[in-house]
């Protein structure tokens, strides 16, 4: 019996490692199977209606990237960084030489400079890839992204599509269906906002295009064409498969996590210390 | 940005008055003494046949920008003993309103020129705003009034006061209020409240979904309308979790599962809402809501408000990000305690 478990496990673990092989290969080298042609909404267009989660670790780092330690070395194996293939096309992000040197700061110093630890806004497209669902609510003249991550949320203009009125965190951005796709065009960004927790960054020069492609009933293609002269030298793309959260109740909870970082932020400007 | 809203809403509000002339209820005449369906609200004889306009899947389409700015109050005031103003008192009430909002900045003061009510667009007289001639957004019971506490309830409020008690509003950014924590608005809700400017919000549908944007805190509900359970009591949240369905063309949402830390007229975290949005016009949801909640009040009460379409589109409201007012006031309670304690220290001439 034991031996029959045994046997079971590894042809378990060997079927889920082609799997995960086959799924890194998917994320940055092969384009969705374009024959795939999505169940129609209502209105005509591909149904892009769900909730949907990267299952990745770009969110660590976008770039091909080894296991490392936690920087928080109490959280030990918890807050330690799983290895990735990356999701860039061509493997290397790049980089002006200055913003290089900038970027390589921001990890160095990511427990103070990550906006993530802070609760700001994720901005894009780092929002479509962080450990959390979010919603496509595809309304007619609004196609909506409701992330659960600090209920960041992006208006896709579809009609009355303008400029940008102002910079924000999460961009200004107009859409448009190519076909089987969803194209949405972002810009008017401030530079605030990081790529990932690997220091990767933007400046308020940051144009990106983005496309949702249905590849099957349950998973989607993203695809972000990035450009910002002022911190690359050309443009650069990623890609990745995102995944519909099939479970019957799925749904966007809260994660208002402003409460949950007030005291890292003005803990220090408390009348009394705070009562452990 | 609320200038740029306000100069929008001013011509919204015109618009918005002479599409609710044909409102019964909204105008004061006949009014219905109980908790009002949509139907008996609208129910006068519209100028025009008008249509419900639906989206692609047949659901009644509430989608655009919508805005929920009043000078109603949520009780009725203890001088007032009728349920409706005349068009002239609710004229002159809301301009007396307007006016005492604009005053709270003098021209030429330093508070003029952090938030200059008429300039910004910050007094509600310059947002969407639907007629209302209501003298209490509550409409059950008849007497405008939230009904009595239960001792429970009672029982709450005292706990609440006394936990707050000696604690000032600047020890911490925990001990000062959830709006500047840059939390949550006070009426987020559910139910929906009006706040003090920027009372925005922004519907979208999806064939099974209702998602309502509000403006500030970029607060937003995604509303499931597949007939699901709420989910586990163990599910706590600011906002609760919302399930909606549609009951003709009523969209009805119940809403359970608070945390009770926003907690909306001191309710408890056991309050169920339930809302309801209908669409009366081009221009006007008439939004209600019932507030069962047992063991704070003697009986569930309801109350009901329109909204009014308003012009897009919301702006990102990215509050904690810029929330450098709670970090100064911060700062500037500790200097000022500082500065007390070192006066304290040296001997007076």
Wanted: charged share 20%.
């Amino acid at each position: 019996m034991r031996l029959r478990i045994g046997t079971w496990t590894w042809v378990a673990a060997l079927a889920a490692g082609v799997v995960l092989v086959s799924v890194s290969v998917v994320s940055t080298q092969q384009p969705a199977a374009r024959a795939y042609r999505a169940p129609r909404a209502p209105d005509g267009h591909p149904n892009l209606n769900g909730i949907w989660q990267a299952m990745n670790t770009a969110h660590w780092d976008i770039e091909a990237h080894s296991a490392g330690p936690s920087a928080v070395r109490d959280l030990g194996a918890a807050g330690a960084v799983p290895a990735g293939l990356g999701v860039v096309e061509g493997g290397e992000l790049p980089y002006r030489p200055e913003a290089l040197t900038k970027k390589k700061e921001n990890l160095a110093d990511r427990l103070k400079l990550d906006p993530e630890i802070k609760c700001y806004l994720p901005g894009v497209p780092r929002a479509t890839y962080m450990p959390f669902p979010f919603q496509i609510i595809q309304g007619g003249e609004h196609v909506m992204l409701v992330h659960e991550f600090a209920g960041a949320v992006r208006t896709v203009y579809m009609t009355n599509q303008t400029e940008a009125p102002a910079d924000s965190w999460m961009g200004w951005s107009n859409g448009r269906w190519e076909g089987e796709s969803l194209v949405v065009d972002t810009r008017g960004f401030n530079d605030l906002s990081w790529f990932d927790r690997a220091g990767n960054f933007h400046s308020d020069a940051l144009h990106v295009v983005e496309r949702f492609t249905p590849r099957s009933a349950d998973t989607l293609l993203y695809e972000a064409t990035i450009e910002d002269p002022k911190v690359f030298t050309r443009p650069w793309k990623m890609s990745m498969p995102l995944y519909r959260r099939v479970e019957a109740n799925a749904q966007i909870l809260e994660f208002r996590c402003v409460e949950f970082v007030e005291d890292l932020m003005y803990g220090h400007l408390r009348k009394e210390p705070r009562k452990q | 940005m609320s200038c740029r809203l306000g100069i929008v809403s001013a011509a919204m509000l015109v618009s918005g008055i002479a599409a609710l002339a044909g409102h019964a209820a909204l105008a004061g005449q006949a009014p219905p003494a109980q908790s009002a369906t949509p139907r008996a609200v609208s129910g006068a004889t519209p100028a025009r046949a008008w249509v419900q306009p639906r989206t692609p899947d047949g659901q009644p389409d509430l989608q655009g920008f919508w805005s929920n700015s009043t000078y109603v109050p949520l009780e009725r005031p203890n001088a007032v003993t009728k349920a409706f103003y005349t068009p002239e008192e609710a004229a002159a009430i809301r301009k007396a309103a307007a006016s005492r909002e604009q005053a709270q900045t003098a021209p030429g003061t330093v508070d003029d020129v952090h938030y200059d009510f008429s300039q910004f667009g910050l007094d509600r007289s310059q947002a969407a705003q639907a007629p209302n001639l209501r003298t209490s957004l509550i409409i059950d019971p008849p007497d405008g009034k939230i009904p009595p506490m239960t001792e429970d309830g009672r029982r709450r409020v005292a706990e609440r006061e006394a936990a707050t008690k000696g604690v000032g509003r600047w020890d911490s950014a925990e001990s000062n209020q959830l709006d500047d924590r840059c939390l949550i608005m006070a009426g987020a809700g559910p139910p929906m409240m009006d706040a003090a400017y920027n009372s925005n919000y922004h519907i979208v549908q999806a064939p099974g979904y209702v998602m309502i944007l509000t403006e500030m805190i970029h607060d937003v509900r995604v509303i499931p309308l597949d007939g699901r359970a709420a989910p586990s009591e163990r599910v706590r949240q600011w906002m609760g979790t919302s399930r909606g369905r549609w009951e003709g063309d009523t969209l009805v949402v119940e809403t359970t599962n608070f945390n009770g830390k926003n907690p909306f007229r001191n309710s408890s975290e056991r309050m169920r809402v339930t809302e309801r949005f209908r669409r009366v016009s081009d221009q006007v949801i008439l939004y209600g809501f019932t507030i069962d909640d047992p063991s704070t009040w003697t009986r569930p009460w309801t109350a009901e408000m329109p909204m009014q379409k308003t012009t897009g589109p919301l702006f990102e409201h990215a509050c904690h990000e810029g929330n450098f007012g709670l970090y100064n006031t911060l700062v500037g309670a500790r200097l000022e305690e500082q500065r007390a304690a070192e006066a304290a220290r040296t001997p007076k001439k």
